[in-house]
Nanobody
Framework: QVQLVESGGGLVQPGGSLRLSCAAS????????MNWYRQAPGKQREPVAS???????NYTDSVKGRFTISRDNAENTVSLQMISLKPEDTAVYYC?????????????WGQGTQVTVSS
């Protein structure tokens, strides 16, 4: 059974940094795109950053220059380094990946990790 498990969330002051990690486990043949989404209270889930198998990245405008997505294809992990955090970055952050496992090609989601930016 394939699972995505996030870690690294927490409470940080404005201007601070956090690093989120997500590990995929189970029988995995190949992972394609890996992404981070976030959902703030009362708002819809929105894409934050994405990275292809080859390492091409894309970011939503509000995090450009502050967030960096990276992946380790050998370890089946994706990370999100966040600096200069703002209160508006407060949200539950979700890892997402399109991957081919024993049961076929599916879109998988992690359980989410809370990031709170507050003084």
């Amino acid at each position: 059974q394939v699972q995505l498990v996030e870690s690294g969330g927490g409470l940080v002051q404005p201007g601070g940094s956090l690093r989120l990690s997500c590990a995929a486990s189970g029988i995995i043949f190949r992972i394609y795109g890996m992404n981070w989404y976030r959902q703030a209270p009362g708002k819809q889930r929105e894409p934050v950053a994405s990275i292809t198998t080859g390492g091409a990245t894309n970011y939503t405008d509000s995090v450009k220059g502050r967030f960096t997505i990276s992946r380790d294809n050998a370890e089946n992990t994706v990370s999100l380094q966040m600096i200069s955090l703002k209160p508006e970055d407060t949200a539950v952050y979700y890892c997402n990946a399109e991957l081919e496992g024993f049961e076929g090609l599916y879109d998988y989601w992690g359980q989410g990790t809370q990031v709170t930016v507050s003084s």
